[in-house]
């Protein structure tokens, strides 16, 4: 558990066990969907995607939610190795979770539409965090601060499968089949000569 | 008193809740009294999106007969992404 808690722990662990048992009492048709839970330890859950539409099954990655101190904060959101449970690096990313928005002049004809990546980091090759209100590193945001986690607290933003749902809405679900590249190459035989 | 009712269950953000509904009612109609039903009405429902048990998104113009929703049926209920990203 991180050593960060400041919430009543009893709290924040009886909201977290409901999160779980909520995820559970629909397992089945979540795995249906590919979502697996792979691993849960309080204040910790990962949940593994997996691409249900494409043969063979392939797993795209995990998703680590911390839900320490929830709800007084919202959840912090990470993708990450699903095996190790390690967050992916801005080089190691699988997705970012693009989706289309309409650019700001949207009476201007014909509407254009920009991409707008879910997932962001700060710089570098850091690790990249969910940028959604609901989110830890949203709210915590210094561009985000007249958006309040108070706000959307009650509205149930920080709820896991709620914040599964997205995730698999603009990554998962857009996985439709595989690309395979065939890159040819040229070798010469050498064919060694008689003495 | 619903008189062609059905019992459906509407999955809110992950917490199910069991409803009757009325299967000439639009989806929408059924998204909204969800809505009040547990509490959250901080948002409107165009704020939310409603699928089918396989991800599918759920037309909120369509009944449940159009649909063909069965008794026991599940719809998936969750509050948009809304802003974020960059």
Known sequence: ?195 | MKTSGIEITVVVNGEPVQTKIDVNDPISKIVEEVLEKTGNTGQPAKDWEIRDASGNIVDLDKTAVALDLKPGATLYLSLKAGIGGS
Not at chain 1, 116 to 127: F, I, N, P, Y
Not at chain 1, 171 to 182: A, K
């Open chain 1, 1 to 195: 558990m991180s050593d960060t808690q400041f919430t009543d722990v009893s709290v924040s662990r009886k909201k977290f066990n409901r999160e779980i048992r909520e995820f559970r009492r629909m397992s089945d048709q979540y795995l249906l969907r590919g979502w697996l839970l792979a691993h849960v330890k309080f204040p910790i859950v990962r949940v593994i995607f997996a691409t249900s539409k494409t043969n063979p099954v392939m797993i795209l990655c995990g998703v680590s939610f911390d839900y320490t101190n929830y709800d007084a904060v919202p959840p912090s959101v990470r993708l990450v190795h699903p095996i190790t449970g390690i967050p992916y690096k801005s080089s190691e990313m699988p997705t970012f979770l693009p989706r289309f928005v309409q650019k700001s002049d949207a009476n201007v004809e014909p509407i254009e539409l920009e991409e707008q990546r879910l997932m962001q980091h700060r710089g570098g090759d850091d690790v990249p965090f969910l940028c959604l209100a609901g989110v830890r590193e949203y709210h915590e945001h210094p561009a985000h601060s007249g958006d309040s986690w108070e706000l959307h607290r009650p509205l149930g933003a920080g709820r896991l499968v709620r914040l599964i749902q997205i995730i698999s809405k603009y990554g998962l679900d857009t996985v439709n089949g595989y690309t395979v590249n065939m890159i040819p190459q040229l070798q010469l035989n050498f064919v060694p000569q008689p003495e």
